[in-house]
């Protein structure tokens, strides 16, 4: 062994802690159906007492985990492309035990669905946006996006009920001549 602490000495006297970690399970599923989400999900969780974070692992059999969690409280966001997330989800508090077989429920909403074009020709790759008019700073459900596809058609899932301003831009230049107002 070498002296004063240097690589390859044997130091005595160390403490290693070991404290029990948990696994955390759900599945995202429609509320309708009780469908899995499966277009792009993501669960995430934020202890913010602590300042912890954990994005949850998709597993092939549509349920999504995360093992290694320290007692705590913690805030849920999820993700599902095309559907309307709720506006809160209740905490999962981890104190001596797994959190398993959990479901966080995800709405349909509407879907607006068009297409661009410019001259009666198709626009590909036009960016459209929906915003949600009277919408607080604070809704989670306040508009959508899309990209036109090559035959100028788009759709933009999971809208919460309301009226919406609908923008149009594309990469040649072109510009909607207005702004159109949707009721949803």
């Given at each position: 062994?070498?002296?004063?602490?240097?690589?390859?000495?044997?130091?005595?006297?160390?403490?290693?802690?070991?404290?029990?970690?948990?696994r955390i399970d759900g599945r995202i599923v429609d509320a309708a159906?009780?469908?899995?989400?499966?277009?792009?999900?993501?669960?995430?969780?934020?202890?913010?007492?602590?300042?912890?974070?954990?994005?949850?692992?998709?597993?092939?059999?549509?349920?999504?985990?995360?093992?290694?969690?320290?007692?705590?409280?913690?805030?849920?966001?999820?993700?599902?492309?095309?559907?309307?997330?709720?506006?809160?989800?209740?905490?999962i508090v981890i104190t001596d035990r797994d959190a398993l077989g959990?479901?966080?429920?995800?709405?349909?909403?509407?879907?607006?669905?068009?297409?661009?074009?410019?001259?009666?020709?198709?626009?590909?790759?036009?960016?459209?946006?929906?915003?949600?008019?009277?919408?607080?700073?604070?809704?989670?459900?306040?508009?959508?996006?899309?990209?036109?596809?090559?035959?100028?058609?788009?759709?933009?899932?999971?809208?919460?009920?309301?009226?919406?301003?609908?923008?149009?831009?594309?990469?040649r230049q072109l510009v909607a001549r207005e702004t159109i107002t949707?009721?949803?």
């Open positions: 062994a070498a002296e004063n602490g240097t690589v390859g000495s044997l130091v005595e006297g160390v403490t290693v802690e070991l404290h029990p970690a948990f159906t009780h469908a899995d989400c499966e277009r792009r999900p993501i669960v995430a969780l934020q202890d913010r007492a602590t300042s912890k974070f954990f994005d949850l692992q998709h597993a092939a059999d549509g349920s999504h985990f995360v093992e290694g969690v320290l007692p705590g409280t913690y805030g849920v966001t999820i993700y599902c492309a095309g559907a309307r997330i709720r506006e809160s989800y209740p905490p959990l479901t966080w429920e995800v709405d349909r909403g509407a879907t607006l669905r068009g297409r661009i074009t410019a001259r009666g020709m198709p626009v590909e790759g036009a960016t459209i946006s929906a915003e949600r008019l009277g919408a607080g700073p604070r809704d989670k459900h306040t508009g959508g996006g899309a990209a036109s596809r090559d035959d100028g058609s788009f759709e933009i899932a999971g809208l919460a009920a309301g009226t919406y301003k609908v923008a149009v831009s594309a990469e949707v009721e949803l």
